[in-house]
């Protein structure tokens, strides 16, 4: 008589965790906070210069210092939390974020705000990394994925403009000083609800971490976001700006020749293997940078050309928040598993570069409602449709243990992206000004609407690379046993 076989077990499916949701509430409070201290100190720079007794060329280090850091470090920062796990540099970030913060809004003395912005910047890059590693890791559901995914970022692309309205409110009630002060309570409140959130269960990679890939690839990252901030008011010529570009892009190619030879490399190089990823990093790189150009725009069009307060203008950011969030909520949700990513990424782009063409057409006389809000429109609806198609693509199909370094791909693609874009919207911008021969409100339009043709032409070329890249999902099929893949939508 045979003996019986014994059976195979069949692993059960892991049920989602109830506090899934919950958690999303915690991370995206986090990225709404990081998004709007980018901005929030934009309004008080005059104020902060008068009482800290800035030079004019020692002001934009307020802003400068805490870019180059959160740029630079990010993709650090992304290998650290699969290191460490996610939800633990989540969590050591919210508290260094927030002591960062008190420092900078207590500063008595402008070197101290530059310092206290840069450690402030360096807790952002761990923050960010690891609250968008940890949506992906956190929703395994495909569609549950795109909601949380589309939440995540409606709320950050909301921190960017709730920033200016919210800086305006603080410096004109309460001083400069609460622009930073005010992150102390947000981030405790998160760091007190990340005490529900969900463990990481997610696995973590062996070996460690790649330290020549980190110096290569930070300090790159590092050195040519600081050319592009000191192009704004050097010019791109300028030996110094000139220096650091060549000598970032000598770091990133060293970087890029390191990753294919070191046993544990910092960006795996299989990540960008898949075609989808690829197209998705260009998308989002050339969105920031139209977003940028357009908030650039905006602040100045509005204050100098349509005589409006720092409030009322803040205020008239607010359509893009609304629109962006239930385009990307609403519309992207239940568009994006019937269209896919190639067809959202291009139609979005295209849709943006549209409502840039719109900026194009703008004169003296127009008005808000009837030539601004229409622009903003279209611009925000393009904005909200690719977005979440971009972040979905870029952190599917990834192996666990690298969700934070896939998510700080992304990060940085989006601080270059914005970095080179504001710079050279601003330079474009002075110049055409500059050589326009009238009166100051025809030259300032005459330079907005010029220079708003460079991020009008990225996003035309970023639609055209995502319709040719994002067909396939990669170049290469999974191996028999690679580590389990969080599912594609």
């Given amino acids: 008589m045979r003996p019986t076989p014994t059976p195979i077990p069949v692993p059960q499916p892991q049920l989602p965790d109830p506090r899934r949701w919950w958690a999303l509430c915690v991370l995206g409070l986090a990225q709404l906070m990081i998004l709007l201290d980018s901005t929030i100190v934009n309004v008080a720079l005059p104020s902060m210069q008068r009482q800290l007794g800035m030079a004019d060329g020692d002001r934009p280090w307020v802003v400068t210092s805490y870019t180059v850091a959160f740029g630079g470090l990010l993709l650090l920062a992304g290998r650290i939390a699969d290191h460490a796990?996610?939800?633990?540099?989540?969590?050591?970030?919210?508290?260094?974020?927030?002591?960062?913060?008190?420092?900078?809004?207590?500063a008595p003395t402008a070197q101290v705000l530059f310092a206290a912005r840069a450690v402030q910047g360096a807790f952002a890059a761990l923050l960010a990394a690891s609250a968008l590693a940890l949506v992906a890791t956190t929703f395994t559901d495909p569609r549950e994925r795109r909601k949380a995914i589309a939440v995540f970022g409606a709320l950050g692309g909301a921190g960017g403009s709730l920033g200016v309205v919210l800086g305006g409110l603080l410096t004109q009630w309460a001083g400069w000083r609460w622009c930073l002060l005010v992150n102390v309570p947000i981030a405790l409140l998160a760091l007190l609800g990340s005490i529900w959130t969900p463990r990481d269960?997610?696995?973590?990679?062996?070996?460690?971490?790649?330290?020549?890939?980190?110096?290569?690839?930070?300090?790159?990252?590092?050195?040519?976001?600081?050319?592009?901030?000191?192009?704004?008011?050097?010019?791109?010529?300028?030996?110094?700006?000139?220096?650091?570009?060549?000598?970032?892009?000598?770091?990133?190619?060293?970087?890029?020749?390191?990753?294919?030879?070191?046993?544990?490399?910092?960006?795996?190089?299989?990540?960008?293997?898949?075609?989808?990823?690829?197209?998705?990093?260009?998308?989002?790189?050339?969105?920031?940078?139209?977003?940028?150009?357009?908030?650039?725009?905006?602040?100045?069009?509005?204050?100098?050309?349509?005589?409006w307060s720092a409030m009322a203008s803040g205020l008239g950011f607010l359509p893009i928040s609304v629109v962006t969030t239930a385009t990307a909520t609403q519309l992207g949700t239940r568009l994006l598993p019937r269209l896919g990513p190639r067809v959202m990424m291009t139609a979005g782009l295209s849709l943006a570069a549209c409502g840039l063409f719109q900026f194009t057409l703008l004169t003296p006389d127009s008005s808000y409602a009837a030539n601004v809000l229409p622009a903003l429109v279209t611009f925000s609806v393009g904005n909200g449709g690719s977005f979440l198609a971009i972040m979905t693509s870029a952190t599917a199909d990834v192996p666990a243990q690298d969700s934070g370094i896939a998510s700080a791909s992304v990060n940085s693609a989006q601080q270059m992206g914005g970095s080179i874009g504001s710079a050279a919207f601003n330079t474009v911008a002075?110049?055409?000004?500059?050589?326009?021969?009238?009166?100051?409100?025809?030259?300032?339009?005459?330079g907005f609407t010029t220079a708003i043709w460079v991020p009008l032409a990225v996003?035309?070329?970023?639609?055209?690379?995502?319709?040719?890249?994002?067909?396939?999902?990669?170049?290469?099929?999974?191996?028999?046993?690679?580590p389990t893949e969080v599912p594609a939508t």
Avoid at 273 to 301: E, I, K, P
Avoid at 431 to 446: D, P
């Fill in 85 to 106: 796990g996610r939800k633990r540099v989540f969590m050591s970030g919210l508290l260094g974020f927030a002591l960062a913060s008190a420092a900078g809004g207590v």
């Fill in 201 to 307: 269960r997610a696995r973590r990679p062996s070996g460690r971490v790649d330290v020549a890939g980190a110096v290569l690839g930070c300090g790159g990252l590092t050195t040519v976001v600081y050319g592009c901030s000191r192009a704004e008011a050097q010019g791109w010529t300028s030996p110094s700006v000139l220096g650091a570009l060549a000598g970032g892009m000598a770091l990133l190619m060293a970087f890029a020749w390191w990753q294919t030879r070191a046993a544990t490399p910092l960006l795996p190089p299989r990540l960008l293997r898949d075609r989808r990823r690829v197209a998705a990093l260009l998308a989002g790189g050339a969105l920031m940078m139209a977003q940028l150009s357009v908030s650039l725009f905006l602040t100045y069009y509005l204050q100098t050309v349509l005589d």
């Fill in 430 to 446: 002075a110049s055409a000004a500059a050589a326009f021969h009238g009166g100051t409100r025809a030259a300032a339009v005459h």
């Fill in 459 to 482: 996003l035309l070329l970023a639609a055209a690379a995502t319709a040719t890249l994002a067909g396939t999902r990669s170049s290469r099929r999974t191996r028999p046993g690679a």
